[in-house]
């Protein structure tokens, strides 16, 4: 539940991001979705849905795929170049978020943003060395965002670029619908490994040590599951994430060398 002072409708990045930084209480509204589960005051919302924006959709160019930051989670799913590049594991990884009436509302950018530890398209778009485009902090890779402090700006686009990596998704929940207790992508390209592990339950992040090892799958995963921490909550203790960060990230590794 939240609840919203102010209402305003930009049709500029410019007038939205202003609006933004003016007051501690300002927000950007995605899909609003994940806003519904918890509690806050919102002393001016920013709908960033205005068609000037041209913020919704996924264009695909020459060398990249450019997702825009109100492209929903369904659009994702059902786009028909997702299903053939990297696998499919960009569909893959939301096909199970909730339901399709709940997809059809969730937003990229707001998912991205938040750097949520539950999100399974983060862990995703990490492996396959995704960047963003943020309206005053520029381009970077999705791996910088991640790691430096928050900072209020506006997420515009997901950038991909085409290339012929390989990646895999692998979690595991309780039911079908439900949060992940741990979730993995795994991509190679040009022998160049990247592992990310989200759902820790804390963000997503890259298993450095573990990418760089190549003597053997076994060791790739143990590597894995040492280097990274991980957290107990409702859903799994951090010794049981433990174990099964090293499964999943051996079924990953074995499902990429197979490709």
């Known amino acids: 539940m939240f609840t919203i002072r102010e209402w305003?409708?930009?049709?500029?990045?410019?007038e939205a991001y202003t609006t933004l930084i003016s007051k501690k209480m300002n927000t950007v509204l995605g899909g609003c979705l994940f806003l519904k589960m918890g509690s806050k005051?919102?002393?001016?919302?920013?709908?960033?849905?205005?068609?000037?924006?041209?913020?919704?959709?996924?264009?695909?160019?020459?060398?990249?795929f450019?997702?825009?930051?109100?492209t929903t989670f369904r659009e994702i799913e059902t786009y028909a170049a997702f299903q053939n590049y990297f696998q499919g594991v960009?569909?893959?990884s939301v096909s199970d978020v909730i339901g399709v009436q709940f997809r059809n509302g969730v937003t990229v950018g707001a998912s991205v943003f938040s750097k949520y530890?539950?999100?399974?398209?983060i862990t995703v778009l990490l492996a396959l060395d995704a960047e963003v485009e943020l309206f005053h902090g520029g381009r970077k890779t999705l791996q910088e965002f991640l790691d430096q402090p928050y900072k209020k700006d506006i997420l515009t686009k997901i950038w991909l670029r085409k290339n012929n990596r390989k990646a895999s998704y692998q979690n595991l929940r309780n039911s079908?619908?439900?949060?992940?207790?741990?979730?993995?992508?795994?991509?190679?390209?040009?022998?160049?490994?990247?592992?990310a592990v989200g759902a820790r339950p804390q963000r997503a992040m890259l298993a450095e040590k573990a990418s760089q090892e190549l003597s053997s799958i076994e060791q790739m995963a143990k590597l894995a599951a040492e280097e990274?921490?991980?957290?107990?909550?409702?859903?799994?203790?951090?010794?049981?994430?433990?174990?099964?960060?090293?499964v999943l990230v051996?079924?990953?590794i074995m499902e990429v060398r197979q490709c």
């Not at 991509?187 to 990247?194: C, D, I, K, T």
Request: hydrophobic share 40%.
């Open 8 to 14: 305003v409708q930009p049709a500029t990045l410019e």
């Open 41 to 64: 005051r919102i002393g001016t919302a920013i709908d960033l849905s205005h068609p000037n924006l041209e913020l919704k959709g996924i264009t695909e160019h020459d060398e990249w």
């Open 176 to 195: 079908k619908s439900d949060y992940a207790i741990l979730n993995v992508a795994v991509s190679e390209l040009e022998g160049q490994w990247r592992i």
């Open 66 to 70: 450019e997702i825009g930051a109100m």
């Open 250 to 252: 051996q079924r990953a």
């Open 117 to 121: 530890g539950f999100s399974d398209l």
């Open 228 to 246: 990274l921490t991980f957290g107990t909550n409702m859903r799994a203790s951090a010794e049981y994430r433990q174990a099964l960060c090293s």
């Open 90 to 92: 960009l569909p893959k």
